[in-house]
C-alpha cells in the first residue's frame, strides 16, 4: 500500500513540476542552441586593456606590502621553473612593485629576462636595483653578473 502511493505521490510531482518548472524544457530547443552557437563570443571584462587598446594612464604605486611581495616572488620562480618565462617576468615586475629592494625579485627578474632571450633587459634588470640599492651587499655580486651578460653580446 505504502509502495503503490509513493509510486502515486512521485507520479504527481513529476507532472506538477512540468506546470511549475517549465523552463529546463524550452533551454535544450534546437533553436535556442542554434542561435547560441551563432553568436560570437564577448569580452568577459569590457575595458581598454581587455581589448588590447594602449592605455596611457599610469598604474597607481602599490603600498610597500613584503608578503605580496615574497608571494610573487614565489609564484615567479615557480613559473620560471616551469619555463613560462612571460609570467615570471610579470610576477617578479609585481613584487618590485610592492618591495623596491628584494633582491630575490631582480635577481628572478634577471635570470627569466636571459632565459627569454632579452640578455639586454636582464642587463637592465641588474643595473636598476644597483641604482635603486647601491649600499646593497649583491651590489658587486649584480655588477658581476652584468660584465658576464656584457661579454654575451658582443
Known amino acids: 500500500m505504502r509502495i503503490a502511493f509513493m509510486n502515486a505521490s512521485i507520479k504527481r ?6 506546470f511549475i518548472f ?11 542552441i542554434w542561435s547560441q552557437a551563432s553568436r560570437e563570443p564577448k569580452l568577459i571584462r ?7 587598446k594602449d592605455v596611457h594612464e599610469a598604474e597607481a604605486p602599490k603600498e610597500p606590502n613584503s608578503e ?14 616551469q619555463k ?3 609570467a615570471a617576468i610579470k610576477r617578479f615586475l609585481e613584487a618590485i612593485a610592492y ?11 634577471a635570470r627569466a629576462y636571459e632565459k ?3 640578455i639586454l633587459k636582464a642587463i637592465n634588470a641588474y ?15 649584480f655588477q658581476k653578473k652584468i660584465e658576464k651578460l656584457e661579454k654575451k653580446t658582443g
Not at 517549465?22 to 535556442?32: D, G, M, Q, Y
Not at 569590457?46 to 588590447?52: P, Q, S
Open 46 to 52: 569590457d575595458t581598454e586593456i581587455a581589448e588590447g
Open 22 to 32: 517549465p523552463f529546463p524544457l524550452f533551454l535544450n530547443s534546437p533553436s535556442a
Open 68 to 81: 605580496l611581495a615574497e608571494q610573487n616572488v614565489n609564484i615567479g620562480n615557480y613559473y620560471l621553473k
Open 116 to 118: 627569454n632571450g632579452d
Open 127 to 141: 643595473r636598476g636595483f644597483i641604482n635603486k640599492n647601491p649600499d646593497s651587499p649583491k651590489a658587486s655580486d
Open 84 to 86: 613560462n618565462y612571460d
Open 13 to 18: 510531482v513529476l507532472k506538477l513540476s512540468f
Open 99 to 109: 618591495q623596491a629592494d628584494l633582491v630575490p625579485a631582480y635577481e628572478g627578474l
